[in-house]
């Protein structure tokens, strides 16, 4: 290998033209983007989940009628979601004790990442049907999103980008490990 092979590349000499734009490189979202809508039209994520493992399914923690696992594409690092392990697409259809134990997981979502991920707050929320947000409509959730003083950045408002700090088999890790044994 000659010195000329080693040379290091100054950006300013390579093809196209320099912008004062920064590159957030996702690689790990080509997934998503690859598979489309298609694949939820089949295969129900929040049905499959609970035959995984923890690790696979990204699930932190199980309870009689329903589940808590991360969102596999996060709005904030510690994004959780509380499922019910039966298969509807509304609240409304939840059985009394779906309704307790989603209740009773969101608090101690809470608390865990209160303690785990020292977060100022929280937005809750369930979106029902496609037209109100729901990404998985047919399959009820709870969204459960932490939320820090300092988390937003113009990243979501300018470039519809959003820059998660940790990852996702890390943040399930630390959320997993800090549930309550019940």
């Not at 033209?17 to 996702?26: G, N």
């Not at 929040?46 to 990204?58: H, I, M, R, S």
């Not at 779906?98 to 969101?106: F, P, R, S």
């Amino acid at each position: 290998m000659t010195d000329d092979d080693r040379r290091v590349e100054v950006a300013a000499e390579l093809a196209g033209v320099p912008d004062e734009f920064q590159r957030l490189w996702t690689p790990h979202r080509m997934a998503y983007i690859q598979a489309g809508p298609e694949p939820l039209k089949h295969d129900c994520p929040f049905c499959a989940a609970p035959g995984k493992t923890d690790e696979e399914g990204l699930i932190v923690a199980r309870g009689e009628t329903a589940y808590v696992l991360l969102n596999l594409f996060p709005y904030n690092s510690g994004h959780l979601l509380v499922c019910p392990y039966r298969h509807f697409a509304t609240y409304d259809d939840a059985t009394p004790e779906e309704v307790a134990e989603i209740g009773a997981l969101t608090q101690v979502a809470m608390r865990v990442l209160r303690t785990v991920a020292k977060c100022d707050g929280f937005n809750l929320g369930m979106n029902q049907g496609t037209v109100a947000g729901a990404g998985v409509a047919e399959h009820l959730h709870q969204h459960v999103v932490p939320r820090w003083a300092t988390d937003a950045n113009f990243f979501p408002i300018i470039a519809k980008t959003k820059a998660l700090p940790q990852l996702l088999g890390d943040v399930r890790q630390a959320v997993a490990d800090g549930w309550p044994v019940i």
